[in-house]
């Protein structure tokens, strides 16, 4: 072999070997690399598999101490308040069905006393049927008259002085029954009746009198 042959080959066998260890290495041999330099992917799917730690105590508390502070307060306001409202309510709920009960009865009373003048009497059992309409509940009791509180918002004499009326006050001054106590009036005018056996006045004078003529 010539001088230069082996020259070529010389040439062609360090280029080689220069290529090849240029090469990067495989990743396989590099096996320290995943534990110390962790890739993006690795690093994203190192966090998708960390364990989630078990929730706080404080949301599970606290609702907890809401629906007792709320179970609390509903019973504590019935006790407070529902009661003292039913009390209120109901006592001036009885005292306006006791005039609209009087209303209806002195009308009844006419009616069956007139039995002896058939156009009187139509007339007047026309008034009966016209006050039991609008002496019911959702007319007496509507929003027109009063708040959704029970509280009144017409006028009761007494109210401007201070402030403390009675039922009976209240009872008055409502407009629907007032008005059909002056039509009671002026029936009871008409017809000259005494009123006060509806109250058991005249039994009771009587019944003091008989025991006076006895002793």
């Not at 041999?29 to 890739?39: A, R």
């Not at 039995?115 to 139509?122: D, G, I, L, R, T």
């Not at 959704?148 to 002085?161: A, I």
């Amino acid at each position: 072999m010539s001088i230069p042959q082996a020259d070529e080959q010389l040439s062609t066998l360090i280029a080689s070997t220069t290529i090849v260890s240029s090469s990067p290495p495989p990743t396989s041999i590099n096996d320290l690399s995943d534990i110390f330099f962790s890739s993006p992917t690795s690093t994203s799917t190192a966090q998708t598999t960390l364990p989630i730690n078990e929730p706080s105590d404080i949301p599970r508390i606290r609702s907890i101490h809401s629906t007792n502070g709320y179970r609390d307060g509903i019973s504590t306001s019935k006790t407070r308040f529902i009661q003292e409202g039913f009390d209120e309510g109901y006592t001036l709920s009885a005292v306006l069905g006791l005039r609209i009960g009087w209303i209806l009865g002195v009308l009844e009373g006419i009616c069956s006393a007139l039995s002896a003048k058939p156009a009187e009497q139509s007339r007047v059992r026309k008034l009966l049927g016209d006050a039991k309409r609008e002496l019911r509940t959702e007319n007496v009791f509507s929003r027109d008259l009063f708040e959704e509180d029970g509280t009144w918002v017409f006028h009761v004499e007494g109210m401007e002085k201070d402030g403390d009326v009675m039922f009976e006050d209240v009872a008055d001054a409502h407009p629907v029954i007032g008005k059909w106590r002056r039509i009671i009036e002026r029936e009871v005018e008409k017809w000259g009746l005494d009123l006060r056996v509806f109250e058991g006045r005249e039994w009771e004078e009587r019944r003091q009198k008989e025991e006076i003529v006895e002793s």
